[in-house]
DNA sequence: ATGGTAGATAGC
DNA sequence: GAATGCTATCTACCAT
């Protein structure tokens, strides 16, 4: 089964309604697509022929109707619908409640938008089309807000990506609960031991254990389909910065090696499969580099530098040679903090309690300005983002990522840090979305499906007998996803072949 | 009993 | 003048 997406366009026609994507599933060479009311139809040529008969905006989103029952026989969330992403790309930009985590879409619907809309339990194909119609009038009166914004870009790429998510939600993730059960009992085992040794106060190899069985020793029980697959809930669009959240469960907080050895091991590849794991090399610094701009940034990459040793070099006087593991990990909290907006008293608590350094305020002040020194692009971004509340009449400003995202504050409410980051922490967002939106689309071709997105981590399943060519192909697609939105600074994916997790 | 928040801790 | 950011989940606690 294959699933495209398909921007209709009609250049011809003037400029295209706005707002208007159509997700059509191919489902054995048969194209099943919905709209509005009772519009169904079944060929890509009638899609086109309905829409341009309309004045936009529109509706939207079809699905194999095989895959809409299969969602509704594991009471999976809903598809979404045009008129409830449109609301919550707004409300981040101009203002208002936020809904998140789980249940995020069916409190959008009854406490904004006054519908009973998309009910959990969407057993038949007609309610979804009755609950299409209704988004139809909402997008109606949303859409000229959504153009005024310039966020006709940020809807058409959250429907683009749709596919992709509802797939890896389906798909889930081999998890070996043997394995995991045996992990379950060491910690319980550690954890009794503890609280009879030392019942005064808890030290934190306690408190991690007891986080660990709280909040992950029932996994294996709640989360693990009879197909040995644990499946979790992908949200596109609940943040703010455009990151995805996740829940029930949260597999973007699965405890690494160094926390919790053995557990990320648990999540395997499939009989014959191998995993393809791969992420971004310091995404945010390049993603920073470009939308500052900061050329002298962009330059370290550019050269191949690593900006980390480069930091802790300008900090010390050492040549990059000789800086210290230590020393480089430091330097790469300087390196996030201080891109970030981070002061110097901060900095000189992080600096002791972390790492037993003690500085004077004039040291931790030097620290800083020998940062924004070296990279005066970033120095006059921080100076441009201070002065934003200043520097309007309005009672509202934005940032915005590249795409046009938004995120507004009121002058009140100005956060300078957080309008640091989020044009930052979004565009690096989006552009691993629109590397999504490609592997979708291309790794089909290679049996290889995406399983699993975790920021700037990607996994993916694919036969072992060509895993490292699927290997090639996300490195290539992640790193062009990239590039769409840092065309100056060049992109590193490191990726690795391995049977699970915690190998990679 | 139910519901909301603060702080700690897991991830990036 | 100063200011790292975005999340989810669990426990403890307080208010209704």
């Known amino acids: 089964m294959g699933v495209r997406s398909a921007h209709v366009e009609d250049a011809a026609a003037g400029p295209p309604p706005l707002a208007v994507v159509c997700v059509v599933a191919l489902l054995e060479g048969e194209p099943h697509a919905w709209l509005f009311e009772d519009?169904?139809?079944?060929?890509?040529?009638?899609?086109?022929?309905?829409?341009?008969?309309?004045?936009?905006?529109?509706?939207?989103?079809?699905?194999?109707?095989?895959?809409?029952?299969?969602?509704?026989?594991?009471?999976?969330?809903?598809?979404?619908?045009?008129?409830?992403?449109?609301?919550?790309?707004?409300?981040?930009?101009?203002?208002?409640?936020?809904?998140?985590?789980?249940?995020?879409?069916?409190?959008?619907?009854?406490?904004?938008?006054?519908?009973?809309?998309?009910?959990?339990?969407?057993?038949?194909?007609?309610?979804?089309?009755?609950?299409?119609?209704?988004?139809?009038?909402?997008?109606?009166?949303?859409?000229?807000?959504?153009?005024?914004?310039?966020?006709?870009?940020?809807?058409?790429?959250?429907?683009?990506?749709?596919?992709?998510?509802?797939?890896?939600?389906?798909?889930?993730?081999?998890?070996?609960?043997?394995?995991?059960?045996?992990?379950?009992?060491?910690?319980?085992?550690?954890?009794?031991?503890?609280?009879?040794?030392?019942?005064?106060?808890?030290?934190?190899?306690?408190?991690?254990?007891?986080?660990?069985?709280?909040?992950?020793?029932?996994?294996?029980?709640?989360?693990?389909?009879?197909?040995?697959?644990?499946?979790?809930?992908?949200?596109?669009?609940?943040?703010?910065?455009?990151?995805?959240?996740?829940?029930?469960?949260?597999?973007?907080?699965?405890?690494?090696?160094?926390?919790?050895?053995?557990?990320?091991?648990?999540?395997?590849?499939?009989?014959?499969?191998r995993l393809i794991v791969a992420d971004y090399a310091q995404v945010e610094l390049r993603v920073a580099a470009q939308v500052a701009p900061c050329d002298a940034m962009r330059r370290v990459f550019v050269e191949g530098r690593d900006p980390h040793r480069t930091t802790a070099a300008t900090l010390t006087g050492k040549s990059e040679h000789d800086i210290t593991d230590r020393e480089r990990k430091l330097a790469k909290a300087i390196n996030f903090g201080f891109l970030f907006g981070m002061g110097p008293r901060r900095f000189q608590s992080y600096a002791e309690a972390s790492y037993g350094l003690e500085l004077d305020p004039a040291q931790a002040r030097e620290a800083r300005d020998a940062f924004l020194r070296t990279y005066p692009g970033v120095h006059a971004w921080h100076q441009r983002t201070a002065a934003l509340p200043r520097d309007t009449n309005d009672e509202r400003v934005h940032v915005a990522t590249r795409l046009g995202r938004r995120r507004g504050f009121d002058i009140a409410d100005f956060s300078f840090t957080t309008a640091l980051n989020i044009p930052v922490q979004g565009t690096a967002a989006e552009g691993f979305k629109l590397a999504m939106m490609r592997l979708h689309t291309r790794l089909p071709a290679l049996e290889a499906r995406g399983l699993l997105c975790v920021h700037d981590e990607y996994i993916a399943e694919a036969p072992a007998a060509h895993a490292e060519q699927v290997r090639e192909r996300v490195v290539e697609e992640m790193t062009a996803g990239m590039r769409a939105v840092t065309p100056d600074v060049p992109i590193e994916v490191e990726a690795t072949v391995c049977d699970n997790w915690e190998e990679a």
């Not at 992403?85 to 936020?98: D, F």
């Not at 309610?127 to 997008?139: K, P």
């Not at 009992?185 to 069985?213: F, I, M, N, S, V």
């Not at 996994?219 to 979790?232: E, K, L, N, Q, S």
Request: net charge negative.
């Open 39 to 273: 519009a169904a139809l079944t060929s890509l040529e009638e899609l086109q022929t309905a829409w341009s008969g309309s004045d936009g905006p529109y509706v939207v989103f079809g699905h194999a109707q095989a895959e809409l029952r299969g969602m509704a026989a594991r009471s999976w969330e809903p598809p979404r619908v045009g008129c409830v992403m449109t609301a919550q790309i707004l409300l981040a930009a101009e203002g208002g409640p936020r809904f998140r985590g789980r249940g995020w879409l069916e409190q959008l619907a009854a406490e904004l938008l006054d519908v009973e809309l998309l009910s959990p339990m969407c057993t038949e194909f007609d309610a979804l089309a009755r609950e299409a119609s209704v988004s139809l009038e909402l997008m109606r009166r949303m859409t000229p807000q959504l153009r005024r914004a310039g966020l006709v870009p940020t809807f058409e790429m959250e429907c683009s990506l749709l596919p992709s998510v509802l797939d890896m939600e389906r798909r889930g993730i081999r998890f070996d609960r043997e394995a995991f059960t045996v992990l379950v009992r060491g910690w319980q085992e550690a954890h009794d031991e503890l609280t009879l040794a030392d019942a005064e106060d808890a030290p934190p190899r306690l408190r991690r254990l007891k986080k660990l069985l709280s909040t992950y020793a029932h996994w294996g029980d709640t989360f693990v389909g009879d197909d040995g697959r644990i499946r979790c809930h992908l949200h596109p669009m609940t943040t703010d910065s455009g990151r995805f959240s996740c829940t029930d469960p949260n597999l973007q907080q699965v405890p690494s090696t160094h926390t919790a050895p053995g557990f990320r091991a648990c999540f395997r590849a499939s009989p014959g499969h």
